[in-house]
């Protein structure tokens, strides 16, 4: 089969691999339906994380089971799937929790931008839907699997309530799914700091009521000019770098939470400023399973549209143009057809 | 009248000094009937704090209004108040959301280990009683107006439930109120780590089921084991210090809350430990005025007794001792009787 291999920064390559096989009883062979590129898969791309070994790349599936282990019990071949970025059992106490993507036996998923993939610990991973999707679903369960996980998770650990103030730091795809949650949930007023046309208008779309292109200490004085000097109810933080995050912080009123689900690289926090700020902060990586049901389920009844987050569609063997096309922010997210 | 300074570490004075007036018509002055020393009040006493100018201490105040301004409404002479160690109006953004300690008019009170203070904001900040309560209460009625409030918002902002399993870092007077107030909450679990006998009894009296002796790794390991190597529903950091605050992380299950309430000395976090620990945290000052209504009527009627954690009662000349004793470990708190 096909799939996709970063061998350096800037070198993803679409090559022959080894056919994914059962290895363990609880574990799935997925044929995949589409599989997309993520924020995160730009990390390493663009060299901010380290490249020690070639990297079978590709988090975010959606497909039909080709076979399962014979443990596994609540997914059969031919049905069509989603999965979470992050392998759960979905039983133990973390996962009973809530927070599958702590889960004891977590692993991340990989090599997802393939034709075919395995998914361990299937049961507590994969979600099945009762038929075949309309194929202009796709992209739309696609998103759920991770990108629209990960902005849902932003807005319930930031707990937007209904009525909230809410402000979304960034303005990728988790940021424009974290807007699209707040909506779900009710705030009434969905602040989303963007200086780019199109996703300002997708924001808008999704239900942002107000946009600010400023950044820094301009987008603050704007966001508490528009929140008469109280900050927000709930912020998202989207991004992942120190400054993003001390704008998320430095916006959110006393009280409030911060959600973020950017992994921060090179962030840090000073205890007493954090003490005074006396803002509350809870992140991490989605626990995407949670909601997944709902999510399908919202989906399925075209509730919502996530996949208009994907702006670029390629077919799988054109991946490296598909990250290129991230990396110069040509693209909000694009979306692989397998 | 006499009251308190402190000169340099150390260096604390039980001294004439002028009697406060009202200066707004927002102030009262109140002839404190107790007042005590605090965990903070050691940091600057043990030079942890610089010292750059005499400092009128204490913030902790119960007591017979004497005097109000021309705006006061709620309170009036003849009354016996409890006030918040922080000033507020109890009526901007911040305060309607429970969040007084960030009060747009904040203030921190100062030189109430003094036989007369003046409070600022009085409507916002105090509380008065029916009718001037038994002696006996006073130590609890004046452990509500920081102690008492400060365990409290501990646990609050852990989010402690009723059947919790929380863990308590650090045993000094907070983290002996932040058991009390896991217990008052319907906390399930409450497991005190402290390495003193009588802290240790204290603290199965107000509610500990555990005791965990162990510092460090061996105490995280501890906690680990008597959770199923779950850990904590909620932990609440009542010491701040970068060690202390490890710990909490490190007991917290996934998704859990830390509540921290010790004043961060040398504290820092990186972004991405915190991240993938998924561990949630909301600290600062704590909005004592927020609780204090139900936290008097709770002493008031005799449900719980927070004035134990004062081991040491003192007449207010003998401050200088009082600080010596709780900075010398002797005391866990020092009552001063005006």
Redesign the interface.
């Known amino acids: 089969m096909f799939g996709t291999t970063l061998y350096a920064p800037g070198d993803v390559r679409y090559e022959e691999l080894p056919e994914p096989a059962i290895l363990k009883p609880t574990d799935a062979i997925i044929k995949l339906s589409a599989t997309c590129v993520c924020g995160s898969d730009l990390w390493p791309y663009r060299g901010a994380n380290t490249v020690t070994a070639p990297m079978h790349m590709g988090h975010e599936y959606c497909g039909v089971v080709l076979e399962v282990g014979g443990a596994v019990k609540t997914v059969k071949p031919g049905q069509f799937v989603v999965g979470s970025f992050v392998i759960s059992d979905n039983t133990c106490?973390?996962c009973t929790?809530?927070?599958q993507?702590?889960c004891e036996q977590r692993e991340f998923m990989t090599g997802a931008q393939a034709q075919y993939a395995r998914v361990p610990l299937a049961d507590g991973t994969l979600v099945a839907t009762d038929e075949m999707p309309a194929d202009d679903l796709i992209p739309s369960l696609l998103a759920a699997s991770d990108v629209l996980g990960t902005g849902w998770y932003a807005a319930d650990?930031a707990r937007v309530q209904p009525g909230s103030t809410v402000v979304v730091v960034g303005d990728g795809a988790v940021g424009l799914m974290g807007v699209l949650a707040a909506k779900q949930m009710g705030a009434g007023r969905i602040i989303a700091m963007s200086r780019h046309k199109t996703r300002q208008d997708l924001a808008l779309e999704y239900g942002a009521t107000d946009i600010v292109a400023e950044r820094g200490e301009a987008g603050i004085a704007r966001i508490k000019q528009l929140t008469?000097r109280?900050g927000a109810d709930s912020v998202l933080e989207c991004v992942?770098t120190?400054e993003s995050?001390q704008q998320a912080l430095q916006v959110a009123?006393?009280?409030s939470?911060v959600g973020?689900v950017g992994?921060?690289?090179?962030?840090?926090?000073?205890?007493?400023n954090?003490?005074?700020?006396?803002?509350?902060?809870?992140?991490?990586?989605a626990?995407v399973r949670r909601f997944l049901p709902h999510l399908m389920e919202l989906v399925l009844t075209r509730k919502i549209n996530p996949g208009k987050v994907f702006d670029l569609e390629l077919p799988l063997a054109e991946v490296a143009e598909g990250y290129r096309a991230m990396d110069e922010r040509r693209a909000i997210k694009t979306l692989l057809r397998v």
Chains 1, 2 share one sequence.
């Open positions: 106490p973390h929790h809530g927070f993507s702590s650990a008469n109280i992942g120190q995050m009123r006393p009280g939470m973020y992994v921060p690289h090179g962030v840090t926090f000073d205890g007493q954090l003490f005074f700020t006396q803002v509350g902060m809870l992140g991490g990586p626990p």
